[in-house]
């Protein structure tokens, strides 16, 4: 009797995905038709994109994810608050306070960013990333942060923050963490150099010794918010 074999996995290329015109996905071609004819869905890696490795890390999503414009002004808020002489801790507040503006989504993008990098630091830096978008709406004289006044062109001058957005300053106003969430308002506002040029390098050891990376790769740790970082990986990835 010939010995049993294991067939060989079935690997699955990254492509495009098919539009089958049966009853069975009517509601599929719906939403292709919703998203638009220059919509991209794949199958895993979209080639368009750079491919990530196995195990990706932080500063992997740096490299091939965050995007030229982010990457440069998080570079810059970080490089700021370190000539400043802040902590480490609030440097890497710094270089993380935007990421979910990245690639993954602008909205409320202090809870989203704060999600997303819960897991791998410490409490006071994902609360920090979190407040500091309510915190950029109020001033604070005694710090000498005044209201931006981008803000005054784009919202106008009559605007008022969102009911949430009051309730999360008059917390943080009281909360131990409030500084932290501050500090990261005072070197956000003016790093959008356009001249500046700072190697990711430049902040390997601050991550190092304050991001937990996990040894699967972010993504692949089955951390609550694993999903969240897999998607910014593969974000054309139609389910």
Known sequence: MAAQTTPPKRLILAQPIATPDDR?????RAVLRQLGPDAVMMI????ALAKMPNRPTLLDFFRHRFGKITCNHLLQSATLARKAGQNEKLVLACLLHDIANGVLIRA???????QLIAPYVDEEISWAVQ????????PDPAVNYDYPAAYVKFFGPD???PDYLQKAYDAA???RWYMSARTITLYDLYAFEDDVDI???EFEDV???HFRQPEEGLGFDNSPVAHMWRTMIWPNNFL
């Open 24 to 28: 069975e996905c009517l509601g599929e």
């Open 44 to 47: 895993g890696d979209n080639p």
């Open 108 to 114: 409320d993008h202090g809870y989203w960013g704060a």
């Open 131 to 138: 407040h500091h978008q309510a915190l950029r709406f109020f």
């Open 159 to 161: 605007y008022v923050v």
């Open 173 to 175: 106003r009281r909360h």
């Open 199 to 201: 190697a990711f390098e």
């Open 207 to 209: 991550i190092g010794r």
